[in-house]
């Protein structure tokens, strides 16, 4: 229990300290924060209007008192309002509207790429040092040297232009079709991301496994299991990777934060509607209150993740049950 | 966010850390052959970086045709929507893309070198604070918050230099710690401790020497990640847009709408080879070196 208190402790610090972030890092640039909010327009605007927009986001006041009022805001779910569409749309909705899209594209892509990298690992660290392990982890590395965004910037032209198997673009197509066809359209659109997504996140799933495989297979209890005769496959899958699964998904889980970015760029490139596209868009109309939205919800998206990862920890090692329950 | 506690503390962990088996011969020459291979690419980059006379035939920054020419005798990749040559600017992008790679390299793995010799020696608060610190920069989302960091600080190539350096410190520095837990109870090291050697004697002296190699694998293998990253942000459009990256020549590709249309073929592919080449060239280097490294210790 004391362990688990101390772990969410730990999540909610840092938590705390990216909504910190998100707060303090706008007013620590040099420059005029509201200049920043105002943008290209801050000249025409005239002295009065300037100091108004400064009292409606309340920077006329002392920094402490700002954070005071941000906590609170937050704490009621309220991000501010994106700037970009002027009617009046909070950011939590814009960031509702697009999460969804998200999640189906990084959730699909990190189970496929656990699953096959894993595999591949497993594979490659029974064959170690033959061919198959020795190709297997060249075709790794230089999966690993592709930048994704410029692999989907080679794949669009030639299955969704040329061949036409996929459509350009967005994530469903306009006139909605309706039911199982519907279905089959959002599939037929997240296709190609999820592939290259898939593609991105699994070099990290093998070298992590292969590695763990690596050092269990020679350890002495996998040789007394083969002495005793026990098939192969059960070596492999049972005492090794059930040995493996949990330094694997701790490893994993540490390399999150850097691949779940990652979709950023792909949804950009795609033109798909989820958080990432909505970061790129609000980068160029320079839309503070959606940015830091959208960074502070993939934070907690991967802190939730983290969590979900630290309660399944009992499940796959016996030897945590007893510190747990 | 996940503790280096629970890492350090499963078997299998110290088993994968410590590796007491030594890779096979063959694998060994292989390393060695990749590692040269590696080499010969980086340096052939280098000599792009710093003399692209050498194989470009135009001044890349000129407008030397009609934009958006198809490949020709003239012009063997084409030109780029503003009438510039595409293969003079593939070569001059190798000198920002390369640079900014091996720059931030070099300072993030000495501010994680630093970091780490002082976290896993000194030990107590320091240690924690200093731990926590990186598993903080460690689970935050890396590129929507360098993202939102680079769009306040403005597009420019020195600032994505800043901003990388700002989050890549963090592997090298957990790594180099793992490291210096593992041989600060060394007798060497109690020896020297013992003569009455002071903690910054020890840490610069004795486990700096410990961790060289490791280090050194480092800055290879942060450099490649630092060139994957900066060709995304310039792709994004957050890289200075009148200097020559690879992520910027991308960049304008998109903009002008060249993946759409066969123009992909000599503006894009090209480009994302170079991209990969290079990467490449570093991993496979810093493959050879890790191999090198295992067997020596």
């Given at each position: 229990m004391?362990?688990l208190s101390?772990?969410?402790l730990?999540?909610l610090?840092?938590?705390?300290?990216?909504?910190?972030i998100?707060f303090?890092l706008?007013?620590m640039?040099?420059?005029?924060?509201i200049?920043?909010?105002a943008g290209?327009?801050?000249?025409?605007l005239?002295?009065e209007?300037l100091?108004?927009l400064?009292a409606q986001?309340?920077?006329?006041?002392?920094?402490?008192?700002q954070y005071?009022i941000y906590?609170k805001?937050l704490a009621r779910g309220?991000?501010?309002m994106s700037y970009?569409y002027s009617?009046g749309r909070?950011v939590v909705?814009v960031?509702?509207e697009?999460f969804?899209w998200?999640?189906?594209?990084?959730?699909t892509?990190l189970?496929?790429?656990?699953?096959?990298?894993s595999a591949?690992?497993?594979?490659?660290?029974?064959r170690?040092?033959?061919?198959?392990?020795?190709?297997l982890?060249?075709g790794v590395?230089?999966?690993r040297?592709?930048?994704p965004?410029w692999?989907?910037?080679v794949l669009?032209p030639v299955?969704?232009?040329?061949?036409?198997y996929?459509?350009?673009g967005d994530?469903?197509?306009v006139p909605?079709?309706?039911g199982?066809?519907?279905?089959k359209?959002?599939?037929?659109?997240?296709f190609?991301?999820i592939?290259?997504l898939?593609?991105a996140?699994l070099p990290?799933?093998?070298?992590?496994?292969?590695a763990a495989?690596?050092?269990?297979m020679?350890?002495?209890?996998?040789?007394t299991?083969?002495?005793k005769?026990v098939?192969?496959?059960?070596?492999?899958?049972?005492?090794?990777?059930?040995?493996?699964?949990l330094?694997?998904?701790?490893s994993?889980m540490?390399?999150?934060?850097?691949?779940?970015?990652?979709v950023?760029?792909?949804?950009?490139?795609f033109?798909y509607r989820?958080?990432?596209?909505?970061m790129?868009e609000a980068?160029?109309s320079?839309?503070?209150p959606?940015?830091q939205g959208g960074f502070?919800?993939?934070?907690v998206?991967?802190l939730?993740?983290n969590i979900?990862?630290?309660l399944l920890y009992p499940?796959?090692?016996?030897?945590?049950?007893r510190?747990?329950a | 966010m996940?503790?280096?506690?629970?890492?350090?503390?499963t078997p299998?962990?110290?088993a994968?850390?410590e590796?007491p088996?030594?890779?096979?011969?063959t694998?060994?020459r292989?390393?060695?052959?990749?590692?040269?291979?590696?080499a010969f690419?980086l340096?052939?980059?280098?000599v792009?970086a710093?003399f692209p006379?050498?194989?470009a035939p135009?001044?890349?920054?000129e407008?030397v045709?009609?934009?958006?020419?198809?490949?020709?005798?003239e012009n063997?990749?084409?030109?780029?929507?503003l009438g510039?040559d595409l293969?003079s600017?593939?070569?001059?992008?190798?000198?920002a893309s390369?640079?900014t790679?091996?720059?931030v390299?070099?300072?993030?793995v000495?501010?994680?070198t630093?970091?780490?010799?002082?976290s896993?020696?000194?030990g107590?608060?320091?240690?924690?604070?200093l731990?926590?610190l990186?598993?903080l920069?460690?689970?935050?989302?890396?590129?929507?918050l360098?993202i939102?960091?680079s769009?306040y600080?403005?597009?420019?190539?020195?600032?994505?230099?800043?901003?990388l350096?700002?989050?890549?410190?963090?592997?090298?520095?957990?790594l180099i710690?793992?490291?210096?837990l593992s041989t600060?109870?060394d007798?060497y090291i109690?020896?020297a401790r013992?003569?009455?050697?002071?903690?910054?004697q020890?840490m610069?002296?004795?486990?700096?020497?410990?961790v060289?190699?490791l280090?050194?694998v480092q800055?290879v293998?942060?450099?490649s990640?630092?060139?994957?990253?900066?060709?995304?942000?310039s792709?994004l459009?957050?890289?200075?847009?009148s200097?020559k990256?690879w992520?910027?020549?991308?960049?304008f590709?998109?903009a002008s709408?060249a993946?759409?249309?066969?123009?992909?073929k000599w503006?894009?592919?090209p480009?994302?080879?170079?991209i990969?080449?290079?990467?490449?060239?570093l991993g496979?280097?810093g493959y050879?070196?890790?191999?090198?490294?295992?067997r020596?210790?």
């Amino acid at each position: 229990m004391t362990f688990l208190s101390r772990r969410a402790l730990e999540f909610l610090l840092t938590f705390f300290l990216a909504i910190s972030i998100n707060f303090f890092l706008p007013r620590m640039v040099p420059g005029d924060p509201i200049k920043l909010i105002a943008g290209n327009a801050a000249p025409q605007l005239g002295k009065e209007r300037l100091e108004a927009l400064r009292a409606q986001y309340g920077l006329d006041k002392p920094l402490s008192e700002q954070y005071g009022i941000y906590l609170k805001q937050l704490a009621r779910g309220d991000l501010g309002m994106s700037y970009r569409y002027s009617g009046g749309r909070t950011v939590v909705e814009v960031l509702g509207e697009n999460f969804r899209w998200t999640l189906l594209l990084v959730g699909t892509s990190l189970i496929l790429a656990l699953v096959t990298g894993s595999a591949l690992g497993i594979w490659s660290a029974t064959r170690r040092g033959d061919a198959v392990d020795l190709g297997l982890l060249s075709g790794v590395y230089v999966l690993r040297s592709i930048p994704p965004f410029w692999l989907a910037m080679v794949l669009i032209p030639v299955f969704a232009i040329q061949l036409r198997y996929f459509p350009v673009g967005d994530s469903y197509s306009v006139p909605r079709p309706e039911g199982w066809e519907n279905i089959k359209d959002v599939a037929r659109h997240a296709f190609l991301p999820i592939v290259i997504l898939t593609l991105a996140y699994l070099p990290t799933a093998f070298v992590v496994m292969r590695a763990a495989m690596f050092g269990i297979m020679e350890s002495d209890f996998i040789r007394t299991a083969r002495a005793k005769g026990v098939p192969n496959v059960s070596v492999v899958m049972k005492h090794g990777l059930s040995n493996a699964l949990l330094p694997v998904l701790t490893s994993f889980m540490v390399d999150l934060g850097q691949m779940l970015g990652g979709v950023t760029v792909i949804e950009a490139v795609f033109n798909y509607r989820g958080i990432g596209n909505m970061m790129f868009e609000a980068v160029k109309s320079r839309d503070y209150p959606l940015l830091q939205g959208g960074f502070l919800l993939f934070t907690v998206t991967i802190l939730a993740l983290n969590i979900i990862t630290e309660l399944l920890y009992p499940y796959l090692d016996p030897r945590l049950r007893r510190g747990t329950a | 966010m996940t503790t280096q506690i629970q890492v350090d503390s499963t078997p299998h962990f110290r088993a994968l850390r410590e590796r007491p088996f030594p890779p096979k011969r063959t694998t060994l020459r292989l390393a060695r052959v990749v590692g040269w291979m590696g080499a010969f690419v980086l340096a052939l980059m280098l000599v792009f970086a710093f003399f692209p006379d050498v194989a470009a035939p135009y001044d890349a920054t000129e407008r030397v045709a009609l934009p958006l020419q198809k490949p020709s005798a003239e012009n063997i990749l084409g030109t780029n929507d503003l009438g510039q040559d595409l293969f003079s600017e593939l070569i001059a992008g190798t000198r920002a893309s390369l640079l900014t790679g091996l720059i931030v390299a070099v300072i993030s793995v000495l501010v994680g070198t630093i970091v780490g010799l002082v976290s896993g020696y000194l030990g107590g608060w320091i240690d924690s604070v200093l731990m926590r610190l990186t598993d903080l920069i460690l689970v935050l989302p890396f590129l929507p918050l360098v993202i939102l960091i680079s769009v306040y600080l403005g597009p420019s190539q020195r600032n994505i230099i800043l901003v990388l350096a700002i989050f890549f410190w963090a592997g090298p520095a957990r790594l180099i710690r793992a490291r210096v837990l593992s041989t600060r109870t060394d007798t060497y090291i109690e020896a020297a401790r013992a003569l009455g050697a002071n903690p910054l004697q020890i840490m610069a002296g004795h486990l700096w020497s410990s961790v060289r190699p490791l280090a050194l694998v480092q800055v290879v293998l942060v450099a490649s990640a630092s060139i994957l990253a900066e060709s995304s942000l310039s792709f994004l459009g957050l890289g200075d847009p009148s200097g020559k990256s690879w992520g910027t020549m991308l960049y304008f590709a998109r903009a002008s709408g060249a993946f759409l249309s066969d123009a992909w073929k000599w503006w894009v592919l090209p480009t994302g080879l170079m991209i990969t080449l290079t990467v490449l060239s570093l991993g496979l280097i810093g493959y050879s070196l890790e191999q090198r490294m295992v067997r020596s210790t």
